[in-house]
Structures are given as C-alpha cells and as structure tokens.
C-alpha cells in the first residue's frame, strides 16, 4: 500500500511563496513518477506538475510554467511544489499523486487517470 501525505499549504498575499511537501510511503518511491494536481472551486481537477521518476524530466502547465518547480528528494521520500509570484487564482486543493507503472527514466505523466495513488489535498488560498 502507497500513503501520500500533502502539507504547507496556507493562506498567502498575492506576490507571495508558498513550499508544499508530499511524503510518500512505499518501498519503491524512487521508481514512481509523480505528479501535482489542483482543485478549484466548482472545477475540475488539473494537472500542474509533473517529475520522471529519475528526477530529470519535469513538465508544467502553461499556468504556472516560471513560477512553479517542481522536485524530488528519492532519500527521502518526498516530492516537493515550489510555489512562487502566487496569484489569486492558483487559489486551490492541492494534490500530490504517485504512478506506479513502469516507465522510462524520462517519463512524465500528465494525464489524472494515469496516477494509481492520491494524497488527501492541501488548500492554498491566495489573497488579491
């Protein structure tokens, strides 16, 4: 069984960084690729950012692409969403997700239905 933990997400002004963590449980974590996910109000769940599981490819959604990084730390289990120049309207839940299928050391999953495991979310509220 695969757990993902999210934290840090918050309340931020506008303009403002926020760091948010997902600790994955499972004993193969560095073979997972791993994506973020957001949830706005009354809509559908989009992708924001995705890593390979050899940390070298990553690819993010044209929202958020200068702003946004996304990285990995195999040690310790953790995939990382750094958040900066946050705008109102990445006002969201925030979720991490795992795939667990084989791929290619650059692979980098984008699509929601690919990913076999999803953390609880994280709310992150920007204030204009």
């Known amino acids: 069984q695969v757990q993902l933990v999210e934290s840090g997400g918050g309340l931020v002004q506008a303009g403002g960084s926020l760091r948010l963590s997902c600790a994955v449980s499972?004993?193969?974590?560095?073979?997972?690729?791993m994506g973020w996910f957001r949830q706005a109000s009354e809509k559908e769940r989009e992708f924001v950012a995705g890593?390979?599981?050899?940390?070298?490819?990553?690819y993010y959604a044209d929202s958020v692409k200068g702003r946004f990084t996304i990285s990995r730390d195999n040690a310790l289990m953790t995939v990382y969403l750094q958040m900066n120049s946050l705008k109102p309207e990445d006002t969201a839940v925030y979720y991490c997700?795992?795939?667990?299928?084989?791929?290619?050391?650059?692979?980098?999953?984008?699509?929601?239905?690919?990913?076999?495991?999803w953390g609880q979310g994280t709310q992150v509220t920007v204030s204009s």
């Open positions: 997700a795992a795939d667990l299928k084989p791929r290619t050391p650059t692979t980098v999953v984008r699509a929601a239905v690919a990913y076999d495991y």
């Open positions: 499972g004993r193969t974590f560095r073979s997972y690729a």
């Open positions: 890593i390979s599981w050899s940390g070298g490819s990553t």
